[in-house]
């Protein structure tokens, strides 16, 4: 690494640091230092004026220390701050300003390490590379870890309730997948199917009595009629204008949900949401009503109230299994490569003769149909819907596991759904930190993996396989 | 040579803007007919207008059947001109499927026969043979096509990797493996080098004698139009101002002015 002159290595940070501390100051002054709390006499002023200094104190110190580290002499920075990081928790001053020194210690004694040594920075970041063999082979061993999940001795109540979450995610990524990843249609109010299907199944459930097999089918239906309705005319606008118009009717499907309170409850929700059954056979329960059976018995085994979690995990795996097995079968179809080509160029493809409305509307109801069922198994599961489940914030996680994990790609979804949902779950005790977590992935994702997790692509055909 | 297709006064106003003016031609089956003007003449709003990127002001377009009968382009949109018309294009600015590979590309060509085969993916779902023979048929076409134009070594690559000369032929035989009685090209040589214009003017020869296909081309490279041309068609400001075989058109004075240049003083 080129190494300036001292003064020069000093001069340059200073005036970066000045900068970033200013604009630091300018922000923490009315965020930091002048918080209002309540008291009995209404809201007071507290003015914090000595921490929001020492806020902007420390990003200039951080940022200087930064443009050192740049300038050439990584190492002693790297060393301060560490060791500022490690005294952190011991200033007693005020606990967020702990934790923002250490934090911002630890990333620039990171980034001074990384420029330290270099050819480890290349192994981290720009030698990551996933071979292959590990893509293909990776969901044989995921598909068989799940499998025999439930039956593990190492598996509490707790890890298996996130296990089902996780899937869901999985099924409603996969689902979403179609329209985003093969269509190139950017959906933003994907929840709204999912809504639809959990509120087909409750209604159908609680009002028709049918239980969760005979209403399943009906509440994919729902959604997909729900696709095709709505799909019809927005489909003919172009890009943003698309995105804008589904994030509209997701809002206004949790509206609608909110308002007709003659059929949904409006925002009290619909509870007491029959349970699953052992495909009607059976009930999960220690003691069945009359003249039904109870699966504990059915099979000869002693009541354990899981029984009926880990049938709900094999029901969630079975339908993204199902989603992902249909989505690797139409893109062999024509079907599928239409929905590709529309992506890749709409003006070609018509050319060629394949029906735009038509091909897009059937990916995009398609797709409802399986958000749909994603829906009516989500209901059976809580057995408590209500509007405030399918709030746009939905539509962007599932929109962004599928981003994260690679347009297009099946496993990145699973990975991105692990990483999105299953770890935040799993470190409950760092909850205040999950926003933070979260920013911190996106930006390595846009600096490493701009174009998702898992960005290949594998041909629908090859002219090598075929006979 | 019997008629294949018959332009009647074709007319395209983009508000005060008359790019077509009452434009009438005919181009005849297992032909090459080429449409030349100058830039903004109107040769790719007469393309537009073929293949239901526009519908005319005025005007019709008529097409003789294989089967008999006749079919009006005028009025259909863009894919119906393919699906029922069997009219296929190409596009002056290349316009593959960049992401899929090759193969893929000319797979999707075929959608409409491949859908129909899968009972509209209901039989492709469940794997049934019928759509797997109907496959095999469309990778052999496509084979076929590649084949020929020596691309069958790339079949598996992404089509946006393929160096520039190769996009234009896999554009050509893309719209090829719609079987069409008509292909529309839209300056295929732009950006070619003179030994693949030479291919390609080659390969327009070979498709129009070999295969019988009635060609349409817009081209600027007036050394292959004059070579492969069996008639040519020129516009000038949205009026067609001479229609005739190459060798009348190079002695057309109305042409030289607008267009062609006086040949240089030797």
Same mark, same amino acid.
């Given at each position: 690494m080129l190494r300036t002159p001292l003064r020069e290595a000093l001069l340059r940070p200073l005036r970066d640091g000045a900068l970033a501390g200013f604009v630091a100051l300018v922000l923490c002054l009315p965020i930091v230092g002048l918080p209002t709390s309540e008291t009995a006499n209404g809201l007071i002023l507290r003015p914090r004026i000595p921490e929001a200094i020492a806020f902007a104190v420390a990003v200039f110190l951080g940022r200087f220390a930064l443009g050192v580290a740049e300038a050439g002499r990584p190492r002693p920075v790297a060393l301060i701050a560490l060791l500022v990081a490690i005294a952190a928790p011991f200033i007693r001053f005020a606990p967020e300003f702990s934790a923002a020194l250490a934090i911002g210690g630890l990333f620039v004694a990171l980034r001074a390490s990384l420029l330290a040594f270099p050819t480890l920075a290349g192994r981290i970041t720009g030698g990551v590379k996933i071979p292959p063999v590990a893509i293909k082979r990776a969901p044989l061993v995921i598909l068989a870890l799940l499998v025999v999940l439930p039956l593990t001795p190492v598996i509490d109540r707790r890890l298996l309730d996130i296990a089902i979450l996780v899937l869901t995610y999985v099924m409603l990524g996969w689902g979403l997948n179609i329209t985003v990843g093969l269509a190139g249609l950017l959906d933003l109010g994907y929840v709204a199917f999912f809504a639809i299907g959990a509120y087909a199944y409750a209604l159908l459930s609680i009002s028709a009595g049918l239980s969760f097999w005979g209403a399943l089918p009906i509440a994919g239906l729902c959604a997909a009629v729900a696709g095709l309705v709505v799909g019809g005319p927005i489909l003919r606008l172009r890009g943003d204008y698309f995105a804008i118009v589904t994030l509209g009717f997701g809002e206004i499907t949790r509206l609608i949900a909110i308002n007709w309170s003659s059929l949904t409850s409006g925002s009290q929700g619909i509870a007491q949401i029959p349970r699953i059954s052992f495909f009607g056979v059976a009930d999960f329960t220690a003691t069945p009503d009359a003249g039904r059976h109870a699966f504990h018995e059915l099979f000869g085994i002693s009541f354990d109230p899981s029984h009926r979690q880990i049938f709900i995990f094999y029901v969630i795996l079975a339908l993204a299994l199902a989603v992902n097995a249909f989505i690797a079968r139409s893109r062999k179809l024509p079907l599928g490569r239409a929905w590709e080509a529309l992506r890749e160029d709409e003006i070609a493809a018509q050319s060629l003769g394949l029906n735009l409305q038509r091909i897009r509307l059937s990916a995009y109801a398609i797709a409802a149909s399986w958000g749909g069922l994603a829906g009516a198994f989500f209901a059976v599961r809580q057995g408590f819907i209500s509007p405030e489940s399918f709030s746009f914030l939905e539509s962007a996680v599932i929109l962004a596991i599928v981003v994260l994990g690679g347009v297009g790609s099946q496993l990145g979804v699973v990975l991105a759904a692990i990483v999105m949902i299953g770890v935040p779950e799993l470190v409950r005790q760092l909850a205040e930190y999950r926003m933070l977590a979260f920013g911190v992935a996106m930006v390595a994702i846009m600096v490493w993996r701009p174009s998702g997790l898992i960005s290949r692509r594998e041909p629908s055909i090859r002219l090598g396989a075929a006979p | 040579?019997?008629?294949?297709?018959? /332009?009647?006064?074709?007319?395209?106003?983009?508000?005060?803007?008359?790019?077509?003016?009452?434009?009438?031609? +005919?181009?005849?089956?297992?032909?090459?007919?080429?449409?030349?003007?100058?830039?903004?003449?109107?040769?790719?709003?007469?393309?537009?207008?073929?293949?239901?990127?526009?519908?005319?002001?005025?005007?019709?377009?008529?097409?003789?059947?294989?089967?008999?009968?006749?079919?009006?382009?005028?009025?259909?949109?863009?894919?119906?001109?393919?699906?029922?018309?069997?009219?296929?294009?190409?596009?002056?600015?290349?316009?593959?499927?960049?992401?899929?590979? /090759?193969?893929?590309?000319?797979?999707?060509?075929?959608?409409?026969? !491949?859908? @129909?085969?899968?009972?509209?993916?209901?039989?492709?779902?469940?794997?049934?043979?019928?759509?797997?023979?109907?496959?095999?048929?469309?990778?052999? @076409?496509?084979?076929?096509?590649?084949?020929?134009?020596? !691309? +069958?070594?790339?079949?598996? /690559?992404?089509?946006?990797?393929?160096?520039?000369?190769?996009?234009?032929?896999?554009?050509? /035989?893309?719209?090829?493996?719609?079987?069409?009685?008509?292909?529309?090209?839209?300056?295929?040589?732009?950006?070619?080098?003179?030994?693949?214009?030479?291919?390609?003017? @080659?390969?327009?020869?070979? !498709?129009?004698?070999?295969?019988?296909?009635?060609?349409l081309l817009i081209e600027h490279d007036m050394g292959m139009v004059m070579g492969i041309s069996d008639h040519i068609v020129v516009l000038d400001y949205g009026r067609k101002i001479a229609d005739a075989a190459p060798a009348v058109i190079k002695e057309d004075p109305a042409v030289i002015r607008a267009y062609l240049g006086e040949p240089e003083a030797a």
């Open positions: - | 040579m019997s008629k294949l297709l018959s /332009v009647e006064h074709l007319t395209m106003q983009f508000g005060g803007l008359k790019a077509v003016n009452d434009v009438s031609f +005919t181009a005849s089956a297992s032909a090459i007919t080429a449409i030349i003007g100058p830039n903004g003449a109107g040769k790719t709003t007469v393309f537009n207008c073929l293949t239901g990127f526009y519908h005319p002001t005025h005007g019709r377009i008529i097409l003789q059947r294989e089967a008999g009968g006749t079919v009006e382009l005028q009025h259909l949109r863009k894919h119906q001109v393919a699906a029922r018309a069997k009219v296929a294009r190409t596009f002056q600015n290349i316009r593959l499927f960049a992401g899929m590979t /090759v193969l893929e590309n000319l797979i999707v060509a075929q959608h409409n026969r !491949l859908q @129909r085969a899968s009972l509209f993916s209901i039989a492709g779902l469940f794997g049934l043979p019928a759509y797997k023979n109907a496959e095999k048929d469309a990778v052999e @076409r496509a084979r076929f096509w590649l084949d020929r134009v020596g !691309l +069958t070594a790339s079949a598996d /690559v992404p089509a946006g990797s393929l160096p520039y000369g190769q996009q234009r032929k896999l554009e050509i /035989v893309r719209a090829l493996c719609t079987e069409p009685v008509l292909l529309c090209l839209d300056e295929p040589a732009a950006g070619l080098n003179g030994s693949e214009t030479a291919e390609l003017a @080659r390969f327009l020869r070979e !498709l129009r004698d070999e295969h019988g296909l009635a060609i």
